[in-house]
């Protein structure tokens, strides 16, 4: 079966970092795509990032320099390195898989970051 | 950048009815769309891929159709537990975009 579960969310004051994880099972990180989307409270979906098997990157313009997405091979974990959160930022934070030229089939349940001072 | 745009934004139907919502793409994606469903408080899940492929377990009475700039999804027969919000997404180029969302309200 597969599963994603993401974690690390929280309180996190304007201007700081956050590392968000997305721990799975049931199928190989590293052989499909992965991607990030969030939700601000209320609002719709935004795509937020992505990265392939082959490890090219792709990111929102809303987050690209501050936002890095990664992934562990080993621990089968992706990674959403979060740096100058802005209180735009917040929002719940998804992870997706894709696969198959085919985009966000399978996805977490979600993180909640809130970037409040 | 690619900007999808849905209609209605909202609308009020019965159980019984037909619905379709559009999506327009400012650009040609050709058949790189997706459909999606989310009800409050839970996680978006995939109807429609490839802007007709039905994902595996969800009902038939979803339909996805469309190519190039205009898309639709129709849900025939709206069932009680089909009142959502629904989400087109184009991944023909990066960044993917969403449309605004379309939702569906019990009339």
């Known amino acids: ?117 | 950048d690619i900007q999808m745009t849905q209609s209605p934004s909202a609308m009020s139907a019965s159980v019984g009815d037909r619905v379709t919502i559009t999506c327009r793409a400012s650009q040609g994606i050709s058949n790189y769309l997706a459909w999606f469903q989310q009800k409050p408080g839970k996680v978006p899940k995939r109807l429609i891929y490839a802007a007709s492929s039905l994902q595996s377990g969800v009902p038939s009475r979803f339909s996805g159709s469309g190519s190039g700039t205009d898309f639709t999804l129709t849900i025939n027969s709206l069932q009680p537990e089909d009142f959502a919000t629904y989400y087109c997404l184009q991944h023909d180029s990066y960044p993917l975009t969403f449309g605004q969302g379309t939702k569906v309200e019990i009339e």
């Not at chain 1, 993401?6 to 590293?30: H, M, Y």
Request: charged content about 15%; glycine content about 12%; hydrophobic content about 30%.
């Open chain 1, 1 to 117: 079966e597969v599963q994603l579960v993401e974690s690390g969310g929280g309180l996190i004051q304007p201007g700081g970092s956050l590392r968000l994880s997305c721990a799975t099972s049931g199928f190989t990180v590293s052989s499909n795509y992965m991607s990030w989307v969030r939700q601000a409270p209320g609002k719709g979906l935004e795509w937020v990032s992505v990265i392939y098997s082959g490890s090219s990157t792709y990111y929102a313009d809303s987050v690209k320099g501050r936002f890095t997405i990664s992934r562990d091979n080993s621990k089968n974990t992706l990674y959403l390195q979060m740096t100058s959160v802005r209180p735009e930022d917040t929002a719940v934070y998804y992870c997706a898989r894709g696969r198959g030229g085919s985009p966000l089939e399978n996805w977490g349940q979600g993180t909640l970051v809130i970037v409040s001072s």
